[in-house]
């Protein structure tokens, strides 16, 4: 009896697990997946139902691409999904200034940071950011801060990289 009454949820919720999701040259761009926006990329997904899934991909730019692929997860396991690349982005309009590239490092991967008290981003993450100061919170599972710091950022030939040790 105890059986049956654990039968209709095992078929309605197939095996879920947790989803990381790299779209090559489409960092900071929007995920959604079967039309639910999930946030910035790269991105952490949790409770993912294994199965056939729409990934649309929505960049500032205004690049857009969609990706439909078959997922096999294992509850409480984290998969790794690779997507892109992505088209390449418009030319800069002529005479603007390249926006520096941030490549944030973390000795924990899948850790968090909070970015000037943005939105927390699963390191390590790629973001564009102005030169000079910018305060970084490396944060727990639970959201409660870690480590916090400010750095002063300065690009070397366009881009850098921000260790959060």
Known sequence: MMLLAWLPFALANPAAG????????????????????RGKLPL???????????????????????????????????????????????????GAEPVPTYVLLSRIQGEKVRIDGGEPQVLPHRTHLTPGPHTFEVLEPDGTVRAKVTKDVVPQNGNAVVKLD
């Open 18 to 37: 947790s989803l990381m999701v790299f779209v090559e040259g489409a960092e900071q761009c929007t995920l959604s997946i079967d039309g639910q926006d």
């Open 44 to 94: 952490r997904i949790e409770s993912v139902a294994a199965g056939v899934h729409t990934f649309a991909v929505v960049c500032p730019d205004g690049r857009t691409q969609t990706y439909t692929r078959e997922v096999a997860l294992t509850a409480g396991q984290l998969e790794v999904l690779k997507l892109g690349p992505m088209p390449a982005a418009p030319p800069a309009p002529v």
